[in-house]
């Protein structure tokens, strides 16, 4: 029986016109987007960027065959593709380093001497050649599967049921048994790292901390991340000599810190039960200010992020973090948002419960605190119907993802003529957002009884990444801020995968750009949302000073 689909060979010339437009976006996916990029990332973003468009292509030339439409396909145009694209690919080599310097301007880094294109290259075409064969080995499996087919279905209704098929076969593979085999089998990997303790980390000897000796957390349950927490600054000392004295002489104190390790129960509600358990244990309630601070995907909790508000309280603080997972936010974010949303929620109900039945005068002030994929579960972690008898007094959330529901609807809700990237929402009395460059002028506007601060660089793609940039104009690039390159050009399909390239890249980037949040914009954020007493712009600066000649 003839077969009404011919396979071609697997080594057969590429598409012209495809070629061309894929060259197209591999050049400009070397032009500027949000943050700096290593030569591998450009390389790797480039090979991509090529890809995605010359597939595109090569769908659009098969659905064209599909129809049956008149072909044209001479021999020069083969050849003059094949040296129109080399051309194109060529100038945007050329071109690279002045593009990569005008990402550095905006940033306010240094120019580069050279952004390496023959790494680039190099990187690209690791990607590119696999790809390539790959997309002809699908090509191979569609054509057999459609001959099939086409025993018992017309010819263009069984290419139709081969390729849904095919497509339906890798999306369940790729999209769930796959997804969340590597997921877990990363997490499984990561929680061994985890595990190892460093030779020169004692456990704290402040009973005020978890993993001290009078703790309920074994020193060694709390994880590589939760035992970086306890031990950090500040101790007392370190805020006597940074901080204002007060009026009545009252000493500084040495700030709670509980942290409980995935390791320290066996599940969410274990691990929360003992997270009230700690902070009752270290008398955190009596202190001024108990913050609920989420961590990021592998428990980190980024050390200016609590120590700012510390210093501010002049220890008079006390916080709790909960481990829920050992991945980097970013790929969690990509493979599974939800992630840790269950250990959130169970943490602010128990803690929540316990301190609303404490006398109202006398409680501390509660908030909600978290850093990237932190933010994110930290923004599910209150259901409003527990927060309407006893709201907590406000959150602080820096770097939101750009899944944060609530951070998504407040952006939405702006009022006209505020940017995207710095937002304002009514009257500023519930939700305002700050950037490096400071919050906007409010003006005699007071901020209600709840108050709630976001923090946000745009120069960070952990936040305004968007699945939508892949067909449409992001709202931040109009007007764009002050640390985005006006060279910067959306451009469909290409703009996405720059995006998704920073968004990996967003946690490399030198402080104050991108996903790397200096101290100082975490201590004015503490400071205009909590007010704490005694301090005077001087000293208010040389604590900036202070962190930042430790380069945070």
Do not use: C
């Not at 769930?176 to 790292?193: C, F, H, I, Y």
């Not at 709790?320 to 939800?338: E, F, M, N, R």
């Not at 929540?352 to 109202?360: I, K």
């Amino acid at each position: 029986m003839t077969r009404p689909f011919t396979q071609e060979p697997i080594l057969s010339p590429l598409l012209p016109l495809a070629l061309i437009a894929a060259a197209l976006a591999f050049t400009t996916a070397l032009t500027p987007s949000l943050i700096p990029r290593a030569g591998a990332m450009q390389g790797a973003l480039a090979g991509a960027a090529f890809m995605a468009v010359y597939w595109l292509g090569a769908v659009l030339a098969g659905l064209w065959r599909w129809l049956g439409l008149p072909q044209w396909r001479p021999r020069w145009l083969l050849w003059a593709g094949h040296g129109v694209a080399l051309v194109i690919i060529i100038y945007g080599l050329t071109r690279v380093t002045d593009w990569q310097n005008a990402v550095n301007a905006a940033a306010g880094l240094p120019p580069v001497e050279t952004a390496r294109p023959f790494t680039i290259s190099g990187v690209a075409l690791m990607i590119i050649v696999p790809l390539i064969i790959l997309g002809r080995l699908l090509r191979i499996l569609v054509l057999a599967k459609a001959n099939q087919l086409a025993r018992f279905l017309p010819a263009r209704l069984a290419l139709a049921g081969a390729l849904i098929t095919t497509a339906a076969l890798f999306w369940m593979v790729g999209n769930g048994v796959l997804g969340g085999a590597v997921l877990r089998g990363l997490d499984s990997a990561a929680q061994q790292v985890d595990s190892l303790i460093p030779d020169d980390l004692p456990p704290p000897a402040e009973p005020t901390r978890s993993g001290s000796s009078e703790s309920f957390l074994a020193w060694d349950s709390l994880g590589a991340a939760g035992r970086r927490f306890v031990t950090g600054f500040p101790d007392r000392a370190q805020i006597e000599a940074l901080t204002p004295t007060p009026p009545d002489g009252t000493p500084a104190q040495t700030p709670v810190r509980v942290y409980v390790g995935l390791n320290s129960a066996e599940t969410p509600e274990e691990r929360a039960a003992l997270a009230l358990a700690e902070l009752i244990r270290t008398e955190a309630f009596s202190r001024n200010v108990l913050v609920i601070a989420t961590p990021t995907g592998t428990g980190f909790v980024q050390p200016a992020s609590l120590s700012t508000l510390e210093f501010l309280w002049r220890g008079d603080v006390a916080s709790v973090s909960v481990q829920y997972s050992y991945l980097a936010s970013w790929l969690t974010l990509l493979v599974d948002p939800d992630y840790g949303v269950e250990t959130a929620r169970a943490v602010f109900r128990e803690i929540h419960d316990y301190w609303r039945t404490l006398p109202a005068e006398t409680r501390p002030r509660l908030y909600l605190h978290g850093l990237s994929l932190g933010s994110l579960n930290s923004e599910l972690s209150a259901d409003v119907w527990e927060l309407l008898a006893a709201p907590h007094n406000g959150a602080f959330w820096v770097g939101p993802t750009f899944a944060n529901t609530l951070w998504q609807d407040f952006t939405a809700r702006r009022n006209p003529g505020t940017p995207a990237w710095r937002p304002v929402v009514g009257r500023g009395s519930l939700v305002r957002f700050a950037t490096q460059d400071g919050m906007p002028d409010h003006g005699t506007q007071p901020w209600g009884p709840v108050r709630i601060l976001y923090l946000q660089y745009p120069s960070d793609a952990i936040s305004f990444f968007s699945p939508e940039s892949l067909w449409r104009k992001p709202d931040w690039l109009s007007p764009r801020a002050p640390d985005v390159s006006p060279a910067f050009r959306w451009v469909p399909v290409v703009s996405f995968l720059q995006l998704l390239a920073d968004f990996v890249a967003a946690f490399r980037t030198p402080v104050g750009v991108g996903h790397a949040y200096a101290a100082r914009h975490y201590m004015d954020g503490w400071y205009a949302l909590t007010e704490p007493p005694g301090w005077a712009p001087q000293q208010l600066e040389a604590l900036r000073a202070w962190y930042a000649d430790r380069g945070l």
